[in-house]
């Protein structure tokens, strides 16, 4: 299938048949999960690089499938974009999300919380509305959150996405430009985005070990802040990454290094405890 100068394995022939029967019940699976409460919400904490705090946390859907156990986001995401559940999954995650952010708020913490939003959500019209809605119900406002867009989600459809984006940021949200790196770049563009962190995608903190890696993440680090931007690194696996990243002037790290995602329970420990307890 793949033509002539592949070398290909047969397992994974069969493995990806597998995959490619058990979508049709996945698809169905997930509607399910989203009503009975199969989704679940886990948080990852994002660290101010120079004093180690929290700074905030990041919503990650999880889904734990009876009979496929964990179902990575990475494959139900697109799923839920392809087959029109995205927004029934992502007002789940925001609501559950929501609802920890108030406890945290009871609790006198002023960590942020930061959303994943998709590309189809942003062109939704009640979007906005709806969300601040749902703040509004739980005392809470738009500077609690920062929402985080894919950079190919930014910079496609230029024009009308930047309409949106600024009524968001009128409205008090602060935004984020997840992935950066990955996306199709138009870093003419770039400068009018209205967001005010860029998140530089986890393959970048991977390959630090090369010294190419190295200068490429420093020329990202200067164009974000020529550009007024703040800087997250994602991926963070080691000290020693850490370290690096501290030294470029990098403002906040995101990775296994500091806590991988975690269930609600222990990301209230780390709010209320730091990281270190
Ligand atoms: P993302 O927004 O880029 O999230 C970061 C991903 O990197 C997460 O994968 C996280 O577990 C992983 N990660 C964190 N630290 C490290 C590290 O040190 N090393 C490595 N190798 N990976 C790390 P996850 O949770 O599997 O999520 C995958 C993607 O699914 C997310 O990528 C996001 O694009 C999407 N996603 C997850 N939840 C939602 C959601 O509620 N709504 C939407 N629209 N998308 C979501
Ligand atoms: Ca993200
Ligand atoms: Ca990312
Ligand atoms: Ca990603």
């Not at 199969?38 to 660290?47: E, F, G, R, S, W």
């Not at 920062?146 to 230029?158: M, Q, R």
């Not at 930047?162 to 984020?176: E, P």
């Amino acid at each position: 299938h793949a033509g002539r100068n592949n070398v290909c394995f047969y397992s994974d022939i069969v493995h990806l048949k597998a995959l490619g029967r058990e979508h049709v019940a996945i698809q169905s699976r997930l509607s399910d999960a989203i009503r009975n409460g199969a989704l679940q919400v886990y948080y990852q904490p994002v660290i101010h690089a120079r004093s180690g705090e929290v700074m905030a946390v990041e919503a990650l859907a999880r889904w734990q499938d009876d009979q496929s156990g964990w179902i990575s986001p990475e494959l139900f995401i697109p799923m839920a974009e392809k087959v029109g559940l995205i927004q029934e999954l992502s007002e789940l995650v925001i609501r559950i999300a929501l609802e920890r952010l108030r406890s945290w708020r009871d609790a006198g913490l002023k960590q942020r919380l930061m959303i994943n939003i998709s590309r189809s959500q942003l062109f939704y019209p009640r979007f906005i509305s709806q969300l601040i809605e749902w703040l509004d119900e739980k005392r809470l406002s738009p500077q609690d959150i920062i929402l985080e867009i894919t950079e190919s989600v930014a910079l496609t459809d230029y024009a009308r996405q930047l309409k949106h984006l600024k009524h968001l940021v009128m409205a008090g949200f602060q935004l984020a430009i997840d992935d950066f790196g990955t996306g199709y770049s138009a870093l003419s563009q770039l400068h009018e985005m209205p967001a005010n962190l860029l998140k530089v995608d986890v393959s970048f903190a991977q390959r630090l070990h090369t010294e190419e890696g190295r200068r490429v993440m420093q020329a990202i680090v200067q164009l974000g802040r020529g550009l007024g931007l703040q800087i997250v690194v994602e991926g963070v696996e080691n000290l020693e990454t850490a370290r690096f990243l501290q030294g470029l002037g990098v403002d906040y790290l995101q990775g296994f290094h500091f806590s991988e995602p975690v269930p609600a329970g222990v990301v209230d420990l780390y709010l209320r405890l730091g990281l270190g307890n």
